[in-house]
């Protein structure tokens, strides 16, 4: 296993997921530890001690978030659990709720009572069958154990937790949208300041942490913080769920220590490039990161400041495998058929831009591709960087400055003759990106 396993440590049977095999493992002792010894301004400090950096995507210091909060400002405060796992790539989140769903509960107990939160969320995407149905039942297990509701394990502290089940729409991950959602309104993305810990769900301060992220908190509160940040990269503590997914071998959700070699984990834990085909590149963390080639990580280690330096980022943990001869035109147009579909349309740059993009990228891929066209993506792109509430404008340029300036040939080579390079070939490809 590539490195240390912090929450991949069990083996997956068909009771795993259960309170009573959960407790088997030692679950909920970390709580009861908490409630019993513990203020609630510790239980902040060893979060923050402890390094660990949001699993969602933008890898801000889950301790730094959570200082912002007064527990004596007289407000109720909100904690929410982000489990829409919308980043087509990303399926990682989707481990945790079906094999380790009382995890997540415990660890959102946990970060509950370091907030003074007495009503939590998950906002967990609808699609999701098995995980939902999984996530309820552990609830409800715990509700009946004491675990959750009125004075939690006989402590003076009371939790309720809702799972609010989403309706698909990829905005609603982003932290704002998805509030506006629990609200019951359209899950519109809100301009920032004030920000969410200020006004959140409410109007009221509000914690909205990954799924990921929380359930690393029975782990750090279990150790102790300063224990976790000798974990991992020296900026990057503790592991990452990684699902990879694409033109890989042996796909699926793997637990790499950060720090770990890029090329190994590719090439030796998953098995290498499917049918031994070359790599061609990879899109590191969501296709809201930019791609890498299979040159760029030679030696890049699985660290925030290694694939910063490589050019790229983490993102959601979700890397896509692309093998030589893949088309790369093709592959940018299933990105940005994605980004036009689920723009919520409320900033003109993201609205009429990503339908801009993609028409333009329509017309190449239909032999009506100009070169002058190349130079339009590229301003669409400009135009939409940080220019837009929420990242999502800033996000499909990455993808198309990213891809534009690796495989400009592709698209000029399509634009010139009229068809692709590699007969249009996705293949793997294509099918992973539709169904994220
Ligand atoms: C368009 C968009 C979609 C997002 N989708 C998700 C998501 O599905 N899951 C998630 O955890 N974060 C998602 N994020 C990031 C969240 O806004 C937020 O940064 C994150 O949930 C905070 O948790 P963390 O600090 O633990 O990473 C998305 C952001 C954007 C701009
Ligand atoms: S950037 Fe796009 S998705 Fe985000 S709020 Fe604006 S229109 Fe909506």
Not at 55 to 60: E, N, P, V
Not at 200 to 203: A, D, R
Not at 367 to 371: A, L, M, T
């Given at each position: 296993m590539p490195g240390r396993q912090l929450l991949m440590t069990f083996p997956v049977t068909a009771?795993?997921?259960?309170l009573a095999a959960y407790r088997e493992r030692g679950g909920y002792e970390t709580l009861r530890r908490v409630l019993t010894t513990m203020k609630p301004e510790q239980v902040t400090k060893e979060v923050a001690a402890s390094g660990i950096l949001g699993?969602?995507?933008?890898?801000?210091p889950a301790g730094r978030k959570w200082q912002?909060?007064?527990?004596?400002?007289?407000q109720p405060h909100y904690l929410c659990a982000n489990?829409?796992?919308?980043?087509?790539?990303?399926?990682?989140?989707r481990w945790i709720l079906e094999n380790a769903p009382h995890r997540l509960v415990e660890s959102m107990v946990i970060a509950g009572y370091a907030l003074q939160v007495h009503n939590a969320f998950v906002y967990i995407r609808g699609e999701f069958d098995l995980p939902c149905r999984r996530l309820q039942a552990a609830i409800d297990e715990a509700y009946d154990a004491g675990l959750?509701?009125?004075?939690?394990?006989?402590?003076?502290y009371s939790m309720d937790l809702v799972a609010h089940r989403g309706?698909?729409?990829?905005?609603?991950?982003e932290a704002s949208g998805l509030l506006t959602s629990i609200e019951g309104r359209k899950g519109y993305p809100r301009n920032r300041p004030p920000r969410l810990t200020v006004r959140?769900?409410?109007?009221r301060p509000t914690v909205v942490n990954n799924v990921e992220t929380l359930s690393n908190l029975s782990v750090i509160l279990a150790m102790g913080g300063e224990e976790f940040r000798k974990i991992g990269a020296p900026k990057s503590p503790g592991t990452q769920l990684v699902s990879i997914s694409g033109h890989v071998a042996k796909p699926g959700v793997y637990e790499l220590e950060f720090g770990y070699p890029v090329k190994k984990f590719i090439f030796e834990d998953c098995g290498g490039v499917l049918g031994g085909r070359g790599l061609k590149c990879i899109v590191p963390g969501g296709i809201s990161t930019k791609v890498l080639t299979g040159a760029e990580i030679?030696?890049?280690?699985?660290d925030h400041a290694s694939f910063a330096k490589a050019g790229s980022g983490l993102g959601s943990g979700g890397m896509i495998v692309i093998a030589e001869g893949t088309c790369m035109v093709r592959l940018l147009q299933v990105m940005v058929r994605f980004y036009h579909h689920e723009?919520?349309?409320?900033?003109t740059p993201c609205r009429d831009g990503m339908g801009w993009m993609h028409k333009l990228i329509d017309g190449i891929v239909e032999?009506?591709?100009?070169?002058e066209d190349l130079a339009r993506m590229e301003a669409i792109a400009l135009a939409n960087d940080g220019t837009t509430i929420c990242g999502m404008g800033d996000a499909c340029g990455y993808a198309v400055t990213g891809i534009l300036a690796k495989y400009r040939d592709e698209f000029e080579y399509w634009i010139a003759n009229?068809?692709?390079?590699?007969?249009?070939r996705l293949e793997v490809a294509e099918a992973e990106l539709a169904h994220a």
């Open positions: 009771t795993s997921h259960l699993h969602g995507g933008a890898a801000f912002v909060i007064h527990l004596d400002d007289g489990a829409d796992e919308g980043e087509p790539g990303t399926f990682k989140d959750l509701g009125e004075r939690i394990m006989g402590s003076e309706a698909g729409s990829y905005v609603c991950g959140g769900l409410f109007q030679e030696n890049v280690t699985y723009s919520c349309g409320q900033c032999g009506r591709g100009r070169r009229g068809r692709s390079k590699f007969d249009g």
